[in-house]
């Protein structure tokens, strides 16, 4: 079952600023992050250095806290999403997931004991993300 708030992107749009070595280093529309994610294997960046990408991220939290004030952020600013703080779109009790708003849409797959149904729609959350965050792009 995956229950969502009510109008909500799930696609991350960014541009690419490099893509080498399976990963790629984009920078979120609007933003002054340099964001590095894993591509999936056997998958090649569809676009040009300097162009617009779309696509979705996917990454598995460690413990999952409700935060009880602050915004949303990513750090650091430049490199792999290691602490993320953003509010909760959209749960997918199947898959242990949720969708967080931060500064871009992330599908985090919650941590062993804890269960993404378990998270509020709308509930500010922090977590350090596991190593392997990875942007699949659109096709």
């Known amino acids: 079952m995956t229950v969502q708030s009510p109008i909500f ?24 992050y340099a964001l590095i994610f894993d591509l999936p294997a056997g998958i090649a960046c569809p676009v040009e250095i300097g ?25 650091p600013l430049i490199g792999h ?5 953003g509010k909760v779109r959209q749960i997918d009790a199947a898959a242990n997931a949720l969708l967080i ?9 919650v941590a062993a ?14 977590f350090y993300v596991e190593s392997g965050a990875i942007f699949r792009p659109a096709t």
């Not at 779309?54 to 806290?65: D, E, L, N, P, W």
């Not at 999403?81 to 703080?85: G, H, K, L, S």
């Not at 708003?101 to 797959?109: F, L, S």
């Open 113 to 126: 004991g804890q269960s993404a149904s378990d998270m509020p729609i709308g509930a500010l959350v922090n």
């Open 101 to 109: 708003e931060a500064v871009v849409p992330m599908w985090m797959t």
């Open 81 to 85: 999403p290691r602490i993320v703080q």
């Open 9 to 32: 992107p799930t696609i991350c749009r960014a541009t690419l600023l490099s893509a080498a070595d399976g990963r790629v280093v984009l920078r979120p529309a609007a933003t002054e």
């Open 51 to 75: 162009q617009r990408i779309t696509g979705s991220v996917h990454a598995r939290a460690q413990k999952m806290h409700v935060a009880t004030g602050g915004g949303e952020f990513i750090e």
